[in-house]
């Protein structure tokens, strides 16, 4: 194995815990500085190591999916000896991948997957879940080993590298998956919850319980869209909310 | 109340690797709501019930994207302790689910409290990096990913116990509506969370038409799919 070879492996698996350092001043840095170190080792002796940590020193943050990207940009870019530059490029460059990488996982490929284990779960048993959690794990690993080699081969020319990378196809592709599973899960919900419900809820019909409860969702959507409802208060409205019902239908 | 030793221990190792995968290790899913507390469901053996609770915190944790939270919350282990507390009686489900709420909110002060720990740590660091010393800046980055998977493990196993003893005090204490309406908060949660899903999901995209074009596909899908097999849906 070359020296570069047995770095980028060793940098591949520290780029597992980027955000696990994180925090409100400098974020990733720290993880990403750890990512970066087996180069560092390889290219520099003792006291070049202070300075050079230095320059990269400071807040950093980015999509932890993307981030090995900058870790194979500045390698190449520090080996290539346009050391000075690098700096202000990575900080550049992780808010772009930032941004891009954000729509991608969070309100892509995360969404439709877990939805996915979802509508599986709710069908098959527990167990389901495991399979969409299986092939997420996989994809995202290999997503790590691509950007880290895209980086370091494309790094001279990223801003072309970037550019024809098809994310926003494959974020609209994710969304659009996850939009098919909503609906999906939203049939399968109101096809599962009668079994559920059927003989629990006094003389008045399944469906006036699933119309009323999806009704409250969504004052509580918009409520909670509108940030004038924490998450965590939803449950607890709806004991205030079901045992008015109950009192009124049951 | 009754301790029995094993499933606190698998609850503590599930809820320590969910939770160093939520903000620590790999963001793999495992940390999902949905994937998590389906797995804790399995594990406690009530694999039915649990996806049903997890189906509900997933809809309930979907109101918020988790990128720049200015309140974390900790929806992993909140899935993940519900089947470890509840019992055979559908009322517990519910308020497992209440449960849930709580621990949410107390795992993300949790949280919350690593990444300072974090901050104060990564600060201390200035001159280990003036020195180049790598091993140091190593150490504490490795020192804080363990932080958050014991964090996963003692809120997991914290809120198991608080739960068990809530529940033993509140069992002979639930009167007859009372255990109704809990049952109704658990059987009701998922369709109640569905359009705060809908409205997250229909808000992401660059095109809202196109995405419901989408969404009345797989509601079709599903449909045809539900009228082709009387049996899609299993009794769990």
Not at chain 1, 173 to 194: C, S
Not at chain 2, 71 to 81: F, Y
Request: net charge positive; glycine share 10%.
């Amino acid at each position: 194995m070359t020296t570069r070879r047995r770095s980028a492996t060793a940098s591949w698996w520290r780029l597992w815990t980027i955000q696990g350092s994180w925090n409100r001043q400098n974020m990733q840095n720290l993880a990403w500085l750890v990512a970066v170190s087996p180069w560092l080792r390889d290219r520099t002796t003792g006291e070049q190591r202070g300075p050079w940590l230095r320059r990269y020193r400071g807040f950093f943050n980015t999509n932890p999916y993307l981030a090995p990207l900058l870790v194979g940009f500045v390698q190449r870019f520090e080996d290539e000896g346009r050391a000075t530059a690098a700096p202000a490029l990575v900080t550049g460059l992780s808010r772009t991948l930032g941004s891009l990488g954000d729509g991608l996982t969070w309100t892509g490929a995360r969404p439709a997957f877990a939805l996915v284990a979802a509508i599986g779960a709710v069908i098959l048993g527990a167990w389901f879940v495991l399979i969409p959690w299986l092939i997420f794990l996989v994809a995202q690993g290999w997503t790590r080993s691509w950007a880290l080699r895209v980086g370091y081969d494309r790094a001279l020319d990223i801003g072309a590298a970037l550019a024809s990378l098809p994310i926003h196809r494959v974020t609209a592709a994710f969304q659009a998956a996850a939009a098919a599973a909503v609906g999906a899960l939203i049939v399968t919900v109101m096809v599962a919850a009668p079994d559920r419900l059927s003989g629990a809820v006094g003389e008045k019909p399944i469906w006036v319980w699933l119309v009323g409860s999806v009704a409250v969702g969504i004052v509580v959507a918009e409520l909670a869209s509108r940030r004038r409802l924490d998450p965590t208060w939803i449950p607890w409205s709806a004991a205030v909310g079901l045992s008015l019902a109950y009192r009124l239908l049951a | 109340m009754e301790l029995d030793f094993l499933p606190l221990l698998i609850a503590a190792t599930l809820g320590a690797l969910a939770g160093g995968d939520r903000t620590a290790f790999g963001q793999t899913l495992l940390a999902h709501p949905i994937v998590a507390g389906s797995l804790a469901g399995w594990c406690a053996g009530a694999s039915g019930p649990g996806v049903w609770l997890a189906l509900g915190i997933t809809c309930i944790a979907a109101a918020r994207v988790p990128v720049g939270e200015a309140r974390v919350r900790d929806w992993t282990s909140a899935a993940i302790v519900g089947p470890f507390v509840a019992g055979e009686a559908a009322w517990t489900w519910g308020f497992a689910l209440l449960l849930a709420s709580v621990v949410a909110s107390a795992g993300g002060r949790a949280i919350e409290a690593v990444r300072e720990l974090a901050r104060r740590r990564d600060l201390r660091l200035e001159a280990a990096v003036d020195a180049g010393d790598l091993r140091a800046l190593e150490r504490t980055h490795t020192g804080l990913v363990v932080a958050h998977f014991v964090r996963g493990g003692l809120v997991t196993l914290a809120a198991v116990l608080v739960g068990r003893a809530c529940l033993a005090w509140i069992s002979p204490r639930v009167d007859p509506a009372t255990g109704q309406i809990l049952a109704f908060i658990w059987w009701l949660t998922p369709a109640m969370g569905l359009p705060i899903l809908l409205r997250f999901q229909l808000s992401v995209g660059s095109s809202t038409r196109n995405l419901l074009k989408w969404l009345a596909g797989g509601a079709v899908t599903a449909t045809l799919a539900w009228q082709l097999s009387e049996r899609l849906v299993a009794p769990i």
